[in-house]
């Protein structure tokens, strides 16, 4: 099994008040491809960094703007060839994504979203990406919808029922009540 994450998450939250710490804050990237290292080793799983810049929850109303470069505004493109690349090396059967919705509404779980849609398509088309590898085509392609709002407020509810400060706040308060 391979695992491909398509950014660094440079600009990600942290959630885990234990992890609230400064030294965390600067060196966020570094940690998160430790974690991904040891989950990969004890998972007993490949994992593939694609190298493209987290665009980060932008907050407002209406939300600013990405930033330059990140992986929300990079042409799709540039990281479905990437994509495909991998695709066409590993030569999976079976590719999981986010849904339509990111999951949750994040712009890059989204951008992850149309990037591997358009890789499994394009990854067995010979004319697309010909310098790519040879073409495979992929059997499956399956949506995961872990982040469910309704699963995501009743967890928030939890703790507030205790009267902790949940996780999810920030997200639910961006979220679309309909998606």
Same mark, same amino acid.
């Given at each position: 099994?391979?695992?491909? @994450? %398509? @950014?660094?998450? /440079?600009?990600?939250?942290?959630l885990n008040p234990a992890m609230d710490l ?6 966020? #990237? /570094?940690?998160?491809? $430790?974690?991904?290292?040891? #989950?990969?080793?004890? %998972? ?16 407002? $109303? ?5 930033? $330059? ?26 590719? @999981? @994504? &986010?849904? /339509? ?16 849609? *358009? *890789?499994?398509? +394009? *990854?067995? $088309? &010979? %004319?697309?990406?010909?310098? +790519? ?5 992929? %059997?499956?392609?399956? &949506? ?19 009267? /902790? ?13 309909? *998606?």
């Amino acid at each position: 099994m391979l695992v491909v @994450t %398509l @950014t660094g998450g /440079e600009r990600g939250d942290i959630l885990n008040p234990a992890m609230d710490l400064p030294d965390v804050h600067g060196r966020i #990237a /570094e940690i998160r491809r $430790d974690e991904m290292a040891k #989950a990969a080793e004890i %998972l007993g799983v490949e994992h593939h960094w694609l190298g493209f810049v987290d665009s980060g929850l932008p907050e407002g $109303d209406p939300p600013p703007p990405l930033p $330059d470069g990140c992986l929300g505004v990079v042409p799709l493109e540039e990281p479905v060839e990437a994509l495909v690349r991998v695709v066409r090396k590993f030569r999976p059967h079976v590719m @999981t @994504t &986010y849904d /339509e919705n990111g999951g949750y509404p994040h712009p890059d779980h989204i951008r992850t979203h149309q990037v591997s849609v *358009a *890789a499994y398509e +394009a *990854a067995g $088309d &010979y %004319l697309q990406f010909p310098d +790519a590898g040879e073409p495979w085509d992929v %059997l499956k392609l399956y &949506y995961n919808h872990g982040f469910l709002r309704k699963r995501m407020q009743l967890l928030q509810d939890e703790f507030a029922k205790h009267g /902790e400060e949940g996780p999810f706040e920030k997200w639910l308060k961006h979220w679309d009540p309909g *998606a």
